[in-house]
């Protein structure tokens, strides 16, 4: 039997991916794209993926440049220019990868890499025999905390079908959808389940001003906040076991953004420390916010700049008291290359939203665009809480590369046909 060049293909891009995702190294993820970079053919292409991530390249250099005036450890440095280079190679090497595939393969290729991890999650879950001696939190831990490469396949198979094109035989597209949710909801991931909601949707185009789109706007904010007002009335706390954890985490996650009180952390009470560390990540970025002063609002601390958190507090078995990376990606950014850093990330996310933000009459293309969109939404709500594009473990910019390959040529088939009709 021979193997047809597409799915041959199919099964390379899919292995890397795959690879990449279990060896979870950054360095090696940095080292992987940008060899793949080398052995790549630049086009006509290369102009344009090239200009879509020119705002993360300049923040790169200000992180470059900045650390060289500072007394940083080599070492730290280094670790910082490759967090920062990664979303580069990692696009521009996704939008290479996937062009090897035609457009409907590739996000075929998307949705098959999700069902298989689907898979591997769902037999994690199930070697944890005795279910009722298991928690929420030992369940995560051991079986996996979230995965959005899952995420973004529903959203395909769901995109795909919302415009009535088919990925799959329909038996095919029922059991890769049933893996990919029962696993979906065994992660009991917060930022999965308020990210998907959201870029649904966005993909769908509940957004944009129609009298469909402000009823479900009116109903899913009425919703939120009924849910909400319910989380309030339970007697939920930190010692909650099982599926009241869950629903404990859920209510503190709009919480743990900001944090309202000033604190003397060298004398801390308990209850104090209690609520310090369920606002943690407003902790750490209004200590990041306060060690930016003078001059250097404007470019940042640079690469290799640690913030102190004002003492030493137990962070996954260790004290640390000075940390690299914080949660809050836009404060990360801030901290690291200044108010110039963070107005050209938010200029490469509004760019792509304002690139993506489109209808168009062709079904394919529609659906390519409005995946492609709700990524970029992803990483918007993502840059609150785990640091959206330079999440050390994120590979959905590869993905998004490789989207942006795959609507570029879609539109670029669309509009060549409609010159020819004219």
Same mark, same amino acid.
């Given at each position: ?108 290729? +998307?949705? @098959? !890499?999700?069902?298989? %991890? =689907?898979?591997?999650?769902? *037999?994690?879950? $199930?070697?944890?025999? /005795?279910? &009722? ?81 402000? +009823?479900? @706007? !009116?109903?899913?904010? %009425? =919703?939120?906040?009924?849910? *909400?007002?319910? $989380?309030?009335?339970? /007697?939920? &706390? ?84 000075? !940390? ?99």
């Amino acid at each position: 039997m021979v193997i047809k060049k597409q799915h041959l293909l199919s099964i390379l891009v899919s292995s890397l991916i795959i690879v990449l995702y279990f060896v979870n190294k950054i360095e090696v993820n940095v080292i992987v794209f940008t060899l793949g970079l080398f052995a790549c053919k630049f086009t006509q292409s290369s102009l344009f993926i090239f200009r879509c991530v020119n705002s993360l390249i300049l923040i790169f250099l200000i992180g470059v440049i900045i650390s060289l005036f500072t007394q940083s450890l080599f070492f730290n440095i280094f670790k910082d220019a490759i967090y920062f280079l990664k979303p580069i190679s990692a696009i521009v090497f996704g939008f290479y990868l996937f062009s090897l595939l035609n457009t409907r393969n590739a996000f075929r290729t +998307i949705v @098959l !890499i999700g069902a298989f %991890l =689907s898979i591997c999650h769902i *037999y994690n879950i $199930l070697k944890i025999y /005795d279910f &009722n001696e298991v928690s929420i939190h030992y369940l995560r831990n051991n079986a996996g905390l979230n995965n959005f490469i899952e995420m973004i396949s529903i959203l395909v198979i769901l995109i795909y079908r919302f415009n009535g094109i088919k990925l799959f035989s329909s038996i095919t597209t029922n059991i890769i959808a049933t893996l990919l949710v029962i696993s979906f909801v065994f992660y009991f991931s917060r930022t999965m389940i308020v990210a998907s909601l959201i870029m649904t949707m966005f993909a769908l185009g509940y957004h944009r001003l129609s009298a469909k789109g402000f +009823i479900i @706007l !009116i109903i899913s904010m %009425l =919703s939120v906040i009924l849910f *909400y007002w319910y $989380l309030l009335t339970l /007697d939920l &706390n930190l010692s909650a076991v099982g599926f009241e954890a869950f629903l404990y985490k859920l209510r503190m996650a709009p919480g743990e953004l900001f944090i309202s009180s000033d604190f003397d952390v060298n004398n801390l009470q308990p209850k104090e420390l209690r609520y310090l560390y369920d606002h943690w990540r407003g902790f750490e970025a209004s200590q990041a916010i306060s060690q930016l002063n003078g001059f250097n609002v404007m470019h940042g601390n640079g690469f290799g700049a640690l913030v102190d958190l004002g003492r030493e507090f137990k962070l996954d078995g260790e004290n640390v008291r000075h !940390i690299p990376i914080i949660h809050n990606g836009f404060v990360y950014v801030l901290f690291k290359t200044g108010i110039v850093g963070l107005v050209l990330y938010l200029i490469f996310l509004s760019n792509l939203f304002l690139k993506y933000n489109r209808v168009y009459s062709n079904r394919e293309l529609n659906a390519a665009t409005s995946i492609s969109l709700a990524v970029v939404i992803f990483y918007m709500l993502s840059s609150f809480v785990i640091t959206g594009i330079y999440n050390q473990g994120d590979l959905i910019s590869l993905i998004l590369g490789g989207m942006m390959w795959i609507q570029k040529e879609l539109h670029s088939k669309e509009f060549t046909f409609n010159d020819r009709i004219d």
